[in-house]
């Protein structure tokens, strides 16, 4: 099984090596924005669902490779990886390169969670609500996570995290900004070493709409001491480039039939979707559950 994928240009983190320790879509949420699709495995249960050695054997063989960090992220939350502390360690015992867990936030209520997490360079977590009422319209969360608990486990996090957080914001239209006020208190109780606003990128899944350049600066009145993320360098792979846009004009592709069709990750293929879709060169189409990508024609 292939676990890394990348390196890939990522809007943060520069150019990132991308770790994978889960099956697609394993999540303790389901975000309405979420760019990999509905959350088919909505699970608050920690396991080994990858094999441990696999992982390190493949960041070990990836050691001489040209990256700015080593990111443990993927197909659905990497909290839920129990060992996450042993793939650190080997991590950093095999390269040089700072290692960063991206996650959700949701399951640092738990000690033993925040225990495993001790030796990463960087954490970013998300908190996207500040009610109940909001997490569960814009992170469809599992039945049993409560926004408040969420935070109180971040407030903990950033007392016995000796590394630095940087907290994501994701504004959504209609969907969490009318609370972005409440949003700012919980943040400023967390006190992250950054705050990133970000808003929804194409493409989403589901038709949920970003807010508009001015509005996200409107924001940074309301986070004191935000950035909003600035675009990523668009230094892809033109071979990769084209290879999508071949097989987008013989016909319509679903993400995960670009992903088989390429050999290459979700995320990766995710970014080159990003760019062509800003570019006017393609265009998705929704089917059933499905979503499509195609190319623009004339
Ligand atoms: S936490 Fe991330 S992977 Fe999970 S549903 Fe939300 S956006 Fe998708």
Not at 68 to 78: R, V
Request: include cysteine.
């Amino acid at each position: 099984m292939k676990f890394l994928f990348g390196p890939v240009p990522s809007r943060r983190l520069g150019l990132s090596l991308g770790v994978d320790l889960l099956p697609p879509k394993t999540c303790t949420l389901d975000c309405a924005y979420c760019q990999l699709g509905r959350t088919t495995c909505l699970t608050l249960a920690r396991e080994r669902r990858v094999s441990q050695e696999g992982v390190l054997a493949e960041i070990r063989s990836r050691s001489e490779d040209d990256f700015d960090y080593l990111t443990l992220a993927g197909s659905g939350e990497p909290l839920l990886h129990l060992g996450l502390d042993e793939i650190i360690r080997g991590a950093k015992d095999a390269i040089d390169r700072p290692v960063v867990l991206l996650t959700n936030g949701t399951l640092f209520f738990r000690e033993e969670v925040r225990e495993e997490v001790m030796e990463a360079d960087l954490i970013v977590p998300s908190l996207d609500a500040a009610t109940q009422a909001t997490f569960e319209r814009v992170n469809r969360p599992h039945p049993d996570l409560k926004i408040d608990e969420i935070i109180e486990g971040l407030v903990r996090l950033r007392e016995e995290f000796v590394g630095e957080i940087w907290l994501e914001v994701m504004l959504v239209k209609d969907l969490n900004e009318i609370e972005a006020p409440l949003i700012a208190e919980a943040v400023e109780r967390i006190d992250p070493d950054r705050v990133q606003l970000n808003t929804v990128v194409r493409p989403p899944a589901e038709p949920v709409q970003p807010l508009a350049p001015e509005e996200m600066e409107r924001m940074l009145e309301v986070f004191s001491g935000a950035e909003v993320i600035a675009s990523w360098k668009r230094d892809l792979s033109k071979k990769t480039e084209v290879l999508i846009i071949d097989l987008l004009s013989r016909r319509p592709c679903t993400l995960e039939e670009l992903g088989n069709l390429t050999d290459l990750h979700r995320n990766e293929i995710l970014k080159y979707l990003e760019v062509l879709e800003s570019e006017d060169k393609i265009a998705r189409l929704r089917h059933g559950e499905n979503l499509y990508f195609q190319v623009k024609r004339g």
